[in-house]
Structures are given as C-alpha cells and as structure tokens.
C-alpha cells in the first residue's frame, strides 16, 4: 500500500499526558496548522470535552468529509475496542473509559486507537527508513523493528506492511524484556532519560535536580561545564544497554531497526556502544548475532549494507544457476523523520488499513 497517493482524509491526535495536538492528514501528509491544548489528564469530564472540541475544530477546517480518526494514545489499553486502561500519566482515564466508542458515536465515523510505539514502527515501515533502504537495496527487507527513546523505551514491530499487535495488543514490550548488561533490573532502566541523568550524577557527583538530558550532552561535547568524562560515560553506558536490548530484538524478530524519538539528537555518543555490542561476543566466545550488522548512521556501513553480495551458483545435476547471498545483513539507523510525524503517519497508514479489509 502506498499512503501517498491515497486521496482520504483522516483526523489524527498526538497525545500526551500534558498535551494534545490535532491535525488531519491526507496522502500520508498533514493538511493543517496543528491545534494544542492542554490534556486535562487529571480531569475526566474536562479531558474528554477537549478531545471532542478538539477533533470539531479540526473537522471545521477540513474541505472534505473526514473518513475515520485515528491516533496513539497510552496503554494499557484494549486498543481493537478503543477502551481505554489505567493510565498512569492521565489518572482521569483510570478504570477502563470507551473513548473510541464515544469519539465513533459523536463524529459517526470509524475510530482506530494504537499503541505509540507501534504507531512509530508503522510509520516508518511504510513511510520512513524502510522503503528508503528498499529503494536503494538489491535485496528487499520486509521487517521492521520501530525504537523511540525518551522518558521512556517503546518499541513496535511490523511485518511485510502489517503491524504486529499481538492478541492482547502489547507486542513489542521493549521495556520489558531481561537486561544482561544490569541484570536486576528491566531494559527501560537503562534506556531512558532517568538512566542517563542517574549515571551522570553518579558518577560527577552532582545533585542538581534540574540537570536533563540536553545539558549532559552538552557537557559531554564541550558546549558547557561539567564533568566530561561523567557525560560521555554516561551515554555510553545508555548505549551498551541499547544495543544489548536490539541484540534481543534481532534474534527474535530478524529485522531492521530504526530509532526515533528525543534522544537521537545525541546518536553519535551512544551508537558506538551499542554497535560494540551488537557487533561483539557472549562470554564464551559466541557472536551476540547471527548476522552481520551495518550501522547505516556511518557512510561506510551504509555503502557495504546496500552493496550486493551475491553470486551465481550452480544448481546441482543440471545447467541451470541461481542466485545466493550468502550474507544474513541487518541494519540499524536513526530516524530522518521527527518522531512525532512517524507516529501520525502510522495512525494515518492503520487507518487506511483498517477501512481497506
């Protein structure tokens, strides 16, 4: 399927536990001046008196009949029915609320809910990093595994233009999943923001309160003061339980990986710890993967992934040949796509999707 060329109009929302941002897309691209507001999250009745007037708003504007709504929004959540879980960022939503059966009822148009981190991987499957590689690959890739990296470490995972939900709609729980670099604890607590800013302040001493992310980044590069060493070595260690968590996800699902999301402005200080690992060995000797693994982040790996490397071989008993690559590739990239519009180009993709079976 091809979003681009499709001429139907869906209404999206980026929601977040503190804001909201509506729009509309069409051909996988967005149409209007996005709309914010406060979420309300604390606020049941107020938060979704928001989200109507939201999506009136947009609809207003548009000069077409939308044909559903779609959008991410946080789980748990029993996303095929729209209904809503215990959300801990937006405490309204708690004990189970119908939100797509009430944004169905409203607007009498179909109402498809998913998981961000799927959202992302599908975006980016069919729009973003995947068929980029696949205009440029002799051989074509028909997996995806979709990371974002923030607050928090989501994943998704897509197979030949269809997003794996699982039957419970919790495929992918990156976060989840063992850590073999800190073996207490889950994958999360070493790709977040809280594990970069907790080994930097053990490591420097400092005790600010305020100290994010950013601000360790630019210390580690030399923008401003801190302690350097602490910087770097604190996206590095980020970056060993990153490429320890892809390791997991490779061998379990063979495909490319794509990274979005706050983090990745910062690539360059963390990929080379997490290539060390994908690249690199258990214990007793074994290769962490299967494959050979291309950073396509570096010109070089990207030049030797899209090369081909197969040959002509003989078929046995006969004069016929066919051709062989001997060479099981898998790549990992960062994002050229904010994270953002990857997650509403999914919506919009699922959508289409959905009316199209």
């Not at 507001?37 to 207003?60: A, E, H, I, Q, R």
């Not at 604190?234 to 990274?259: C, P, Q, R, S, W």
């Not at 690249?279 to 290769?287: D, L, P, S, V, Y």
Request: aromatic fraction near 10%; glycine fraction near 12%; include cysteine.
């Amino acid at each position: 399927m091809s979003i681009f060329t499709d001429k139907r109009i869906v209404m999206t929302l980026d929601a977040g536990g503190t804001n909201f941002v509506f729009n509309a897309m069409k051909g996988g691209k967005t149409i209007l001046e996005p709309y914010g507001t406060p979420s309300y999250g604390d606020n049941l009745d107020k938060c979704l008196d928001t989200m109507l007037s939201g999506f009136k708003k947009v609809k207003s504007q548009l000069e077409e009949e939308p044909v559903a709504i779609s959008f991410a929004f946080p789980g748990p959540a029993d996303y095929p029915n729209g209904i809503i879980g215990d959300l801990g960022n937006l405490p309204g939503f708690r004990g189970g609320i119908a939100l797509g059966s009430m944004l169905q009822e409203h607007f009498n148009i179909p109402v498809f809910i998913q998981n961000d981190g799927d959202l992302y991987a599908y975006g980016e499957a069919l729009g973003g990093l995947l068929p980029e590689i696949n205009k440029l690959s002799a051989k074509k890739y028909k997996n995806l595994i979709g990371l974002t990296l923030g607050t928090g470490f989501g994943a998704g995972l897509v197979h030949n233009n269809t997003l794996i939900a699982g039957d419970n709609s919790i495929a992918g729980e990156v976060w989840l999943i063992s850590n073999s670099i800190s073996p207490e604890v889950n994958a999360e607590e070493g790709v977040s923001t809280r594990a970069i800013i907790n080994k930097y302040k053990e490591l420097s001493g400092d005790t600010s309160n305020t100290i994010m992310p950013f601000d360790i980044y630019k210390i580690a590069t030399g923008q401003a003061d801190g302690n350097t060493e602490a910087a770097k070595t604190a996206f590095y260690e980020f970056g060993k339980h990153l490429g320890d968590a892809i390791a997991n996800l490779i061998n379990l699902f063979d495909g490319i990986v794509v990274i979005g999301g706050g983090i990745t402005g910062a690539s360059s200080l963390y990929m080379p710890a997490a290539m060390e690992v994908l690249k690199g060995k258990f214990g007793c000797g074994q290769n962490r993967l299967v494959h050979k693994v291309y950073c396509l982040d570096d010109e070089k790996d990207k030049n030797e992934f899209l090369a081909s490397s197969s040959k002509t071989i003989k078929v046995p008993f006969s004069e016929k040949t066919i051709e062989y690559d001997p060479v099981q590739k898998v790549a990992v990239a960062t994002s050229n796509i904010d994270a953002s519009f990857a997650i509403s180009m999914g919506a919009y993709a699922y959508a289409i999707n959905q009316l199209d079976k």
